[in-house]
């Protein structure tokens, strides 16, 4: 029975497109390219703001960046400070621990003084701290703070200074499962914003889940606060001294455990769902000469959806909440020049600080709008290719095929695949025999990005927002990033292992695919983990990669479920709040849990 239920897996939901066990191999020729390649980004035309690259190079799971002395200096989660021109500024790799939400944290400098933050030790012995050290002498540092983490997520960690010139901090609540109670204790520097006195750290706002991006408004020295969220509401503060602004007793306005919500709880000024967005990264008051219109409001995004709002007071005394642009990147930061003016810190590979200007009134948009524009349509000089084990898509077929520039072949780096410059990888989604939806994952010279067509009888159509076709979910360019990320190699299916033998010995003698010396996955309840769970499960809660060493019957960080086993059980069996995966399935995947129940070993 167990058997027949891993190869269904392998089976159902596949993909339909030319296997290479149809075609000759020996004979197979690759087509030529008939013009399936990255296209231009498109414009939003709704947009008030544009970004513009404003550094030379390019960083690594970038996290914050700081203006110091004339130039950028950027920080990468890995543990580097780079300047703008991508070289090395500060190397801290050694001592910092990073994966998931860990990493180096912060950076700030005063005069001949710098300060980081960073999580140091093992899982099982995780800290987060703060230290200082002279200008160019990092092996001479100080060790100004030390906390203990429960667990492995929300660590916070952000440095800045307050208008007085103090060194402060923001910590989240600890992580781990549920909603713990560490915030609201001023006295627990979890869930705290904390002050550097010279000789203390003291509390000057308190109840954070995870501050993640805040800042003081260069101009009248208010602190600004976004809290990501937990199951449903996004949020944004302005923050008084000695605050407590309510997490876990609310999430965002809602009161969701009822004996601790209290009335001196202070109140966001803005909250969003999680259909606008999944993780807020806070902003800055925008005070730069170079974009005069929004002089005074306040900027920040969603990691996830790319989204870019203003925040500000309208003619009548009210708050208003705009949405300036569709940006489609990863919103790891925003950052602001000697000047004032804001730029977005992009989390990738290969990302970039982009200064935040004004839209110009009339851009050039080439992109294609029509899938029969992309120059994909034509598959005659498309790669078909599919792979061993596909995502689980609520049960619908796809159809694979690769546009790749003439000449070129896919990269291997490490243990992903990688298009190459230019290349495209296409995406056929059909449900009952139909298409519903075409996604494009394109690589130019900015990085990757993602796109979706919506069919629409012969043509299919760009949707730059989450739609649906009938019980089809399309998921919006953020959505698709939020998989497709630096961590996860950004091309899923590009996965080694997904090739089997057969698309080995076709693609390889074309120039396709580099040689491989990864065996070909094994249709299996991990392997099904790998495809579906590991995109996002790599260390910071668990590791869910194939190659991962799971105790199944360890405790569950993030959730009530004694064991790591039944949690993750529930969590696929849920659709709603909490479900696994969380993007773009709506129905529960009833096979594969009966593959995990029969396969995973059982608990005392």
Not at 5 to 29: H, Q
Not at 553 to 581: I, N, Y
Request: charged residues 25%; contains cysteine; aromatic residues 8%.
């Amino acid at each position: 029975m167990l058997l027949s239920l891993l190869t269904m897996l392998a089976c159902r939901g596949s993909d339909t497109g030319v296997s290479p066990t149809e075609t000759d191999t020996e004979a197979w020729v690759r087509p030529d390219n008939r013009g399936c390649l990255a296209p231009s980004r498109p414009v939003d035309p709704d947009a008030t703001i544009a970004l513009e690259a404003a550094t030379e190079g390019t960083f690594t799971q970038a996290v914050g960046a700081i203006w110091h002395d004339g130039d950028w200096l950027v920080v990468e989660k890995e543990g580097f400070v780079r300047r703008g021109d991508g070289s090395v500024w500060v190397d801290l790799t050694a001592h910092v621990f990073s994966g998931g939400e860990r990493g180096l944290l912060g950076l700030a400098i005063d005069g001949d003084t710098v300060y980081v933050s960073y999580t140091a030790g093992t899982d099982e012995a995780l800290q987060s701290v703060v230290e200082s050290f002279p200008m160019g002498q990092p092996d001479t540092r100080t060790r100004l703070l030390t906390v203990d983490q429960p667990a492995k997520n929300h660590n916070g960690g952000r440095l800045a200074f307050d208008a007085q010139g103090n060194l402060v901090l923001g910590l989240g609540d600890g992580g781990g499962g549920g909603s713990p109670t560490h915030a609201l204790d001023p006295e627990d520097p979890l869930g705290n914003m904390l002050r550097y006195t010279g000789q203390d750290w003291e509390p000057i706002a308190w109840g954070l889940r995870n501050p993640w991006g805040w800042s003081f408004d260069r101009e009248t020295g208010e602190l600004w606060v976004a809290d990501v969220g937990w199951q449903s509401w996004e949020e944004v503060n302005k923050v008084p001294l000695d605050a407590n602004l309510g997490w876990p007793a609310y999430e965002g306005t809602e009161c969701i455990k009822p004996e601790l919500c209290t009335p001196e709880m202070v109140q966001p000024l803005v909250v969003y769902d999680h259909d606008a967005g999944k993780s807020v990264t806070g902003g800055y008051v925008s005070r730069g000469p170079e974009l005069p219109a929004l002089e005074g409001v306040y900027l920040y995004g969603d990691f996830v959806t790319g989204r870019i709002w203003g925040l500000d007071v309208d003619v009548d005394g009210q708050w208003r909440n705009r949405l300036l642009l569709e940006s489609g990147m990863a919103l790891s930061s925003f950052a602001e020049d000697g000047e004032g003016n804001v730029h977005v810190v992009e989390y990738g590979n290969a990302g970039r600080l982009h200064q935040v200007v004004s839209a110009a009134p009339a851009q050039e948009d080439d992109f294609p709008y029509a899938f029969s524009e992309t120059g994909c349509a034509d598959e005659g000089g498309l790669i078909p290719y599919d792979v061993i084990l596909p995502l689980w898509s609520d049960g619908a077929d796809k159809d694979r095929w690769l546009g790749l520039p003439d000449g070129s072949s896919l990269e291997l780096d490490g243990e992903q695949l990688h298009l190459p410059v230019g290349g495209v990888a296409v995406k056929h989604f059909l449900v009952g025999g139909e298409r519903v939806e075409t996604r494009l994952l394109a690589r130019d010279e900015d990085g990757y990005a993602a796109y979706s067509y919506v069919w629409e009888g012969d043509d299919a159509r760009f949707s730059r927002a989450s739609s649906r076709v009938g019980e089809h979910y399309v998921p919006s360019q953020g959505e698709c990033m939020q998989c497709h990320t630096a961590d996860a190699g950004f091309t899923l299916s590009l996965d080694p292992r997904q090739f089997d033998d057969a698309h080995r010995q076709r693609l390889q003698p074309a120039d396709v695919l580099p040689v491989l010396d990864v065996e070909p996955f094994q249709s299996d309840a991990r392997a099904y983990l790998h495809v579906n769970c590991s995109s996002c499960h790599q260390d910071s809660d668990l590791d869910l990669r194939v190659s991962a060493d799971i105790d199944w019957c360890a405790p569950a960080q993030f959730s009530d479920h004694e064991t790591l086993r039944d949690a993750l059980l529930e969590r696929m069996g849920t659709r709603g709040a909490g479900q696994m995966p969380p993007l773009a399935t709506d129905v529960v995947d009833g096979d594969a849990i009966a593959v995990l129940e029969g396969s995973l070993p059982d608990c005392p």
